[in-house]
C-alpha cells in the first residue's frame, strides 16, 4: 500500500505542478471586434458590462479626435455611471476600464443611416 500511495502521490504532485500555470486568471492583452465602415465613418461592436455583471451590446463610432467618450442620457443611467466611478467595456473578451471622461448627451442617440 505504501508503494501505491506513493505513485498516487507523484501523479497528484505532477497533475497540479503542470496546471498551475492554467490556474491563474488570464486576462487577455488584446481584443478583436469586427469594424464597420460607414458613411466615411467607423464603428466598432463592443459589448458595455452593466453593474450586474451582464453585458449591453453596443454599435460605437470610433472617434479618435474626441477627448471624452459620449453615451445617450438613457444609457448612462442604464450603467449608473452617476453612481459608478468607472465604465467597463468588452473589446472582445478584453476588459477595459474608463475611469473619467464618460460623459452623457441629449442629442444622443441620431441616426447615422443614409
Not at 498551475?20 to 463592443?46: D, H
Not at 445617450?72 to 449608473?80: G, P
Amino acid at each position: 500500500m505504501g508503494e501505491r500511495f506513493r505513485k498516487l502521490l507523484a501523479v497528484l504532485f505532477a497533475f497540479f505542478t503542470l496546471c498551475l500555470p492554467c490556474g491563474g486568471l488570464q486576462i487577455p492583452s488584446s481584443g478583436t471586434v469586427p469594424f464597420i465602415f460607414e458613411g466615411n465613418r467607423v464603428y466598432a461592436e463592443l459589448a458595455l458590462v452593466r453593474p450586474d455583471g451582464t453585458l449591453h451590446r453596443v454599435l460605437a463610432f470610433v472617434d479618435l479626435g474626441s477627448p471624452s467618450m459620449i453615451l445617450s442620457e438613457a444609457l448612462f443611467k442604464e450603467l449608473r455611471l452617476d453612481q459608478e466611478k468607472s465604465l467597463i467595456f468588452k473589446i472582445g473578451d478584453m476588459p477595459v476600464r474608463v475611469d473619467s471622461r464618460v460623459i452623457s448627451d441629449t442629442w444622443l442617440p441620431y441616426s447615422i443611416g443614409r
